[in-house]
């Protein structure tokens, strides 16, 4: 960060698999309400606007920050959407962020949706492709056999992926915005369908209905309060080609660069000990496990190990995903956003019932499309 | 393009997409199509500042604020915009035959309603004054075209 950078606000909707109660632009304005409110502030406070949605043709709005620019409050104001896929909540908030680190802007509301229920997120994220054989994936279809060949390369023993849904439930429980919140059990996540082995119907993230806000703001605005600010120490986002050879889905590389830069730009040298939680990217339960490598939490082959050892459960040695995250709540366009903004509240200590107690440094992580693109940021409760 | 000594003409492959959406109104865009269909009653909402919006959105586009009243607008107004399809395309406009785009403010509101002129709609141009051609009781589905389309009424 060129300057320091600080989270001041953060709202977020409560998410269910149909918010048919609401419109796309009042999903979205429920959540910035929701951020203002908590920041004490107006619209007219705001110096720049970022919005971030996943594909197009998940609510088939074609372009919807066009219309929705009086809704976010933007008119007159620089405004910008991002596209990163299921990545693009993080990174519209890092774009956010740096709108503020560059000194241009000293505070910006940045915004992120997804309302899965007016589509098929499988028929969006399946598209038939031109000059190539149909697919008709989805995601799950996509990323199971990264999943089995981490299992086949770490020998991870197969009840680790359910009880990573588990823990999740628990923590979705606790929290009262996620769309998931009855606990489970290992057993019972075994029974469900086995949908694209080895991902379970009961391993996987729901459809949801959501929106995420943040603002953010310059050192000097944002000690003013009225809220204690999560420190941004570092915030990075790295892209890497879908066909280039002998690229490893498994643990991306440039999944490895961003976090290593943002620990870097941190001053983070042991992720295990310096960070107290972090909120993951999971859609589908293995990918915990595949993450902590990834990330540097854990050596290779060490991740699903310290998921077993309950080292990963809430009120254990590193608490991942107390909010539930996406295996409870998955908004597409916004779950990156909900990792960022769950860890800076998580540095706020105000994370309500799934507060990690003590917390004082936290990851919020995203990645999307093939396991391409990364967006990560530190947040600290010391500038 | 060359495949050895084959001379190959430009190629192109025929995709068609093709889905269902769904959209929610929320309780603002919900309210005025229910009214459409319940009331045969054009409402708009004001914001900031005092406009009356129409259709309302719930929110200012000025400033972001929420609106605020209710307030009835006529069934009728002047065009403040029109384009004359003479030629629609199949499956993307909404009529086979020929008619006109108009925006219209009806009085009482602030902004331009975006609906259509069939009925002598070559004779629309700006300024004309138009009114509401409303479905029947029992044929209003809470829908823009709960209003058939605008019709000419003679120049005062």
Redesign the interface.
Known sequence: MKRPVAVVGVGQTHHASR????????LV?EA?DRALLDAGLE??DIDAVIIGKAPD?L???AQPEQYL???????MKPMLRVHTAGSVGASTAITAATHVASGLYNRVLTVAFE?Q????TM??LS??L??TAPLVAGAGGYFAPYCREYIARTKAPLHIGPLTMVYARENGARNEYAHLREPVTVEQVMETPMLWDPIRFGETCPASDGAAAMILACEELAKKGPRRPAWIKAAYTFAEAMWVPNRDQVSPKAGQICAGKVYEAAGITDPWKEIDTAELYVPFSWFQAMWLENLGFCAEGEGWKAIDRGDTRFGGRLPIDPSGGVLCTNPIGASGMLRLAEAALQVMGRAGSHQVEGAKTALGHAYGGGAQYFAMWVVSSEL | MRLGDMVIEPMTQRQVMEFPYKHSTGPIVGRFLAALKEQRQIWGQRVSGGAVIVPPQGYSEWDGSAGTEWVPVEDQGVVVAVAKVWQPVERLHPFPEPFAYVLVRLEGADTALLHVVKTDFDHVRIGSRVRAEWLPDGERRGSIWDIREFRLLPAA
């Open positions: 918010r048919s109660d609401v419109s796309i632009a009042g304005r910035v619209h007219k043709m609510e088939g709005v620019v009086g809704a976010v409050g933007a008119h309302k229920s007016e589509g098929n028929w969006a598209p038939n031109p000059f």
